[in-house]
């Protein structure tokens, strides 16, 4: 699928500008004068008998866009993009194990650039005897990617000339998060599935 859009005076947050008599510097949402978007989806499902799924995304683009509240104009034309990938394996007739992961690559926001970031994660249900329901454990970005770098004064001149590097890593980033859950569900599997609309591939997935 490929769309392409226009948007007029879209929002960048946590921009930086300069105040009426220029001895204030303030941090807020500015307006940017325009971005084009020309931007590309594509989806990718396989499957290998009924105990291996596998479903990769990719969307991205070129980007333009134009600003004017710097301490110079600038336009900035660029490419970008953003993948995930979901792998869902039945280890044995009660065990499932997923495998997920998303990257999203170098991009702008206002005149802050952002450096790439992702994060891989791993889970596995026990689906237990008689009806008892599900046990699950997962871990939450696994090799601790979540490092967000943003970059002041890297695509034009900034108000008071700042030039610099801001980091804000999460809890995940920090250490690894495992969390262990169980659901079971009560009355009728007709009900169930009446009232919710799933099917069984969406109900096997690990949450």
């Given at each position: 699928m490929q769309l392409l859009s226009r948007d007029d005076s879209p929002i960048a947050r946590n921009q930086v500008t300069a105040n009426s008599t220029g001895d204030l510097m303030m941090l807020a949402l500015q307006n940017l004068v325009r971005q084009d978007n020309l931007t590309l989806l594509v989806g990718l499902p396989f499957k290998i008998g009924n105990w291996w799924d596998m479903n990769y995304h990719i969307t991205g683009g070129w980007r333009r866009f134009n600003l004017d509240y710097t301490a110079l104009p600038v336009e900035k034309i660029y490419f970008t993009y953003s993948a995930s990938v979901n792998h869902a394996v039945k280890l044995h007739r009660?065990?499932?194990m997923e495998i997920s992961g998303w990257?999203?690559?170098l991009s702008y926001d206002g005149s802050k650039k952002i450096k790439g970031f992702g994060s891989a994660n791993m889970g596995l249900k026990k689906t237990l005897k008689q009806n008892w329901g599900n046990v699950q454990l997962s871990?939450?970005?696994i090799f601790k990617t979540m490092?967000?770098?943003s970059y002041y004064g890297a695509l034009t001149r900034e108000a008071f000339n700042l030039n610099s590097e801001v980091t804000y890593?999460?809890?995940s980033g920090k250490s690894r998060i495992?969390?262990?859950t169980y659901s079971r569900?009560?009355?009728g599997t007709r009900a169930t599935?009446?009232?919710n609309g799933s099917t069984s591939d969406e109900n096997d997935r690990i949450r």
């Amino acid at each position: 699928m490929q769309l392409l859009s226009r948007d007029d005076s879209p929002i960048a947050r946590n921009q930086v500008t300069a105040n009426s008599t220029g001895d204030l510097m303030m941090l807020a949402l500015q307006n940017l004068v325009r971005q084009d978007n020309l931007t590309l989806l594509v989806g990718l499902p396989f499957k290998i008998g009924n105990w291996w799924d596998m479903n990769y995304h990719i969307t991205g683009g070129w980007r333009r866009f134009n600003l004017d509240y710097t301490a110079l104009p600038v336009e900035k034309i660029y490419f970008t993009y953003s993948a995930s990938v979901n792998h869902a394996v039945k280890l044995h007739r009660d065990f499932l194990m997923e495998i997920s992961g998303w990257y999203n690559a170098l991009s702008y926001d206002g005149s802050k650039k952002i450096k790439g970031f992702g994060s891989a994660n791993m889970g596995l249900k026990k689906t237990l005897k008689q009806n008892w329901g599900n046990v699950q454990l997962s871990v939450v970005n696994i090799f601790k990617t979540m490092n967000l770098k943003s970059y002041y004064g890297a695509l034009t001149r900034e108000a008071f000339n700042l030039n610099s590097e801001v980091t804000y890593v999460p809890e995940s980033g920090k250490s690894r998060i495992f969390k262990v859950t169980y659901s079971r569900n009560f009355g009728g599997t007709r009900a169930t599935s009446r009232s919710n609309g799933s099917t069984s591939d969406e109900n096997d997935r690990i949450r």
